[in-house]
């Protein structure tokens, strides 16, 4: 198991989100390998998001999306006290319906 961090990004909502190497591979393996070699586009997403939902199932989780050829990348993100991490990454050519959250 490698639980070291892959990498971790302040978001728009001023949270320290981060990913471990093992559960990005988790990911780009298995859940969403279109999202391999995708790293600077999910922190542009956590970064500078297009729009941002909040879950309607859980006010703890938070769409990112970030407008991508037509298309966008949304990254799924739990968000626990001063940070949180990501639920998991992909591809989407709609927006989910969740709460519009404003970030300014």
Do not use: Q
């Not at 302040?10 to 070699?37: A, C, D, F, Q």
């Not at 729009?51 to 309607?56: D, I, N, Q, V």
């Not at 938070?62 to 001063?82: M, P, R, S």
């Amino acid at each position: 198991m490698d639980s070291k961090i892959h990498f971790e990004i302040v978001s728009v909502l001023n949270k320290n989100i981060r990913v471990t190497k093992n559960y990005w591979n988790k990911i780009i393996k298995t859940k969403h390998k279109i999202m391999e070699n995708k790293e600077n586009l999910v922190k542009e997403a956590l970064r500078k998001p297009d729009e941002l939902r909040m879950s309607k199932k859980d006010s703890t989780v938070f769409l990112y999306y970030k407008k991508l050829n037509g298309k966008y990348c949304c990254v799924v993100a739990k968000h626990l006290n001063g940070g949180g991490f990501i639920i998991t990454a992909y591809i989407t050519d709609k927006i989910k319906i969740g709460e519009k959250y404003e970030t300014n």
